[in-house]
Every structure is written in structure tokens, then in C-alpha cells.
């Protein structure tokens, strides 16, 4: 409840945006926008779907889905994933939502008991409309 809460505030502030992706009227996975950056007309997506869900091309719509949202009514510029290097499966969809790769940080995030590596992948408004 808390988190649905927190949703609801940033929504209201317009500095995240949280969507439930349905599947047959139960929710499967979740995608979002965190750190939205107004001035820069930038954020960084997130996602995930549950793993009954996965190979269905489920989570490659959505995340285009969002992006066109992101681009079109949030009037976006840059829409960035940090996906760790280790996760081939959100690699992948970086790669079939047309992100391009711009580099590794390294140690960038905290992964339960250690830090993992991050691909920072971004897809930009002009890139998109091609």
C-alpha cells in the first residue's frame, strides 16, 4: 500500500510515473518513469515482468509503448535505462526498443549484497521519429 501511495504522490508531482502492465486482467510487470528531468527533458525508464510473462514480446511493447508516450505527450527528449550488464534479457529489449548503447558504469548500482556493473543505454526524440 505504501508503494501505491509513493506512485500516487510523484505522479501528482510529475517526477515518476508507474504503470501496471495487465495480462488477462492480472498484472504481470510494471513500467516506469523515475528521475524525470524537466529542464533536460529527460528520465530513466524502468521495468520488469514477471517470469511466467517472459519471451511473449510483452515487456519490447510496453517499453515502446512508453517511449511513445514519453516522447509524444511528456514532451521528452532523451529517455535513458541503466539495465545491468548481466541481464541479457532487459538488454534485449533496450536493443529491440531501438536504445542505443553509450557505455558501462561501473558499480553503479546495489544488487542485493553486492554492486553490479550498469549498461547505460539511451533513445532520443530524433532517433525515435526515424
Known sequence: MKFIQ???ECALKETEFHYAILVDGEIAGMVSFHHIDKRNRSATIGYWLAR???GQGIMTAAVKAFIAEGFENLELNRIQ???ATSN?????????AG?????????????YDHYVDVTLNAVLKSEWRK
Open 81 to 83: 535505462a541503466r539495465v
Open 99 to 111: 536504445f542505443k548503447k553509450e557505455g558501462v558504469l561501473r558499480e553503479a548500482e546495489w544488487f
Open 88 to 96: 541479457d534479457p532487459s538488454q534485449a529489449v533496450c536493443e529491440r
Open 52 to 54: 511466467s510473462m517472459t
Open 6 to 8: 509513493r506512485c500516487s
